[in-house]
């Protein structure tokens, strides 16, 4: 068990509906982070936060969202959804956030599928 | 940009051979940070190791090792004895250090497939 804890774990929805998912990171970490794992693309680094600011953006698309929240937590937003954003969303988390090369540790997914 | 080629794309063993997956990475920052990754079948990412790139001692874990070669750019695990529950997809992942703006991110590679036979 990593920490990290994502809610829910699977979910199904039809195209053109909008998705939550959530995020508590390790207790203490101030990162998070969010990540997209697909077939085609692989993992794909989508987002990070550190204690409540965005600080670095990878290929998220523009209907998707994300915040962290006072309490650390965190949630991507997934909107417009598409077929091709059928995929694997990791959150993972660390300690701080620079240079410090700090493990990064996953939560365990949330398998979203578009129908 | 940072680059992570892990060319072995699935390798099958059978149980109590050792195996070497091989990890290939390309980055321009002389500081940066090297990890392995196993996803189980049930689809959860496990953090290994993560190794500096300032520190070039190779690391041995129980059944685990790792050889860690800044001249050629690779940072090779090596499982001895495999086991059935060793199958699974193994990440190699990169992660430059910026200065100033404090972030980093990881970038993988494509992952290699590893089947022990029983």
């Known amino acids: 068990d990593s920490g990290v804890t994502q809610t829910p774990k699977h979910l199904i929805t039809a195209t053109g509906q909008r998705v939550t998912l959530r995020c508590s990171p390790r207790s203490g970490d101030l990162s998070v982070y969010w990540y997209q794992q697909s077939l085609d693309q692989g993992l794909q680094f989508l987002i990070q936060y550190y204690n409540g600011e965005e600080r670095a953006k990878g290929n998220i698309l523009e209907r998707f969202s994300a915040q962290q929240f006072p309490d650390l937590h965190s949630e991507l937003n997934l909107s417009s959804l598409e077929l091709g954003d059928s995929a694997l969303y990791f959150c993972?988390?660390?300690?701080?956030?620079?240079?410090?090369?700090?493990?990064?540790?996953f939560g365990e997914g949330s398998w979203l599928t578009v129908v | 940009a940072q680059k992570v080629t892990q060319a072995q794309t699935e390798i099958s063993v059978v149980e109590k051979e050792d195996v070497t997956l091989d990890c290939v990475y390309e980055t321009r920052d002389t500081t940066y940070y090297l990890f392995w990754y196993k996803q189980p079948p049930s689809g959860e990412l496990v953090f290994l190791i993560r190794r500096n790139s300032f520190d070039e001692q190779n690391e041995i874990s129980g059944r685990y090792s790792w050889n860690f070669q800044k001249s050629t750019s690779s940072f090779n695990f090596t499982i001895t004895a495999s086991q059935v529950v060793d199958s699974a997809v193994y990440f190699c992942a990169l992660s430059e250090a910026y200065s100033g703006a404090g972030s980093y991110q990881l970038t993988f590679g494509k992952g290699t497939k590893l089947s022990v036979i029983p």
């Open positions: 993972a988390s660390s300690l701080g956030t620079g240079g410090s090369g700090n493990t990064i540790y």
